[in-house]
């Protein structure tokens, strides 16, 4: 039998400055690494020193990324603000993916994390929208070709 698919979403205060697009990359590169490994997808925004994160995937494999959650010392204050089993991925192609990082968006994404605050649903759907028009798909990216060198 099929593991059940659920989908969690949660905010935490981070432990870390964000300014730095060092740390953003080493957060996206670590994520799309495990949530690869155990078959989970989802996408990341911050704003203000929150996390926002809606993640999919089987029960055990949520749960061992909220233990990882709670280890990581660039978390803080995680809270769970939804949970739910769903038939389908929103985010289906990412293992993690991330709103470009642009002054254009920084009022959307201010406005997903205010809103996991209040209403879930809705900055679930606001994710979704801002990955889908504005994110950073690292599986998308292609590998460079290597070329020899000619004299």
């Known amino acids: 039998m099929a593991a059940r698919l659920e989908r969690?979403?949660?905010?935490?205060?981070?432990?870390?400055?964000?300014?730095?697009?060092?740390?953003?990359?080493?957060?996206?590169?670590v994520s799309q690494r495990n949530n690869s490994r155990d078959q989970i997808t989802g996408?990341?925004?911050y704003s203000d020193a929150t996390f926002f994160q809606v993640v999919e995937g089987g029960r055990e494999d949520l749960d061992r990324l909220v233990r990882r959650l709670e280890r990581?010392?660039?978390?803080?204050?995680?809270?769970?603000?939804?949970r739910t089993e769903v038939t389908d991925?929103?985010?289906?192609?990412?293992?993690?993916?991330?709103?470009?990082?642009?002054?254009?968006?920084?009022a959307k994404m201010m406005a997903t994390v205010a809103a996991a605050h209040?209403?879930?649903?809705?900055?679930i759907e606001l994710l979704r929208q801002?990955?889908?028009?504005?994110?950073?798909?690292?599986?998308?990216?292609?590998?460079?070709?290597?070329?020899?060198?000619?004299a």
Request: no cysteine; glycine share 2%; aromatic share 6%.
């Open 8 to 29: 969690l979403a949660y905010y935490s205060r981070a432990n870390i400055r964000l300014e730095s697009l060092l740390v953003i990359a080493d957060i996206l590169a």
């Open 43 to 45: 996408s990341l925004v």
């Open 72 to 82: 990581d010392p660039r978390h803080g204050e995680i809270i769970v603000v939804s």
């Open 89 to 106: 991925r929103i985010f289906p192609d990412w293992s993690m993916t991330v709103p470009r990082l642009s002054p254009d968006l920084a």
């Open 118 to 123: 209040a209403s879930p649903a809705a900055a």
């Open 130 to 150: 801002l990955s889908v028009e504005d994110g950073v798909h690292p599986e998308d990216w292609e590998e460079p070709a290597v070329r020899p060198v000619t």
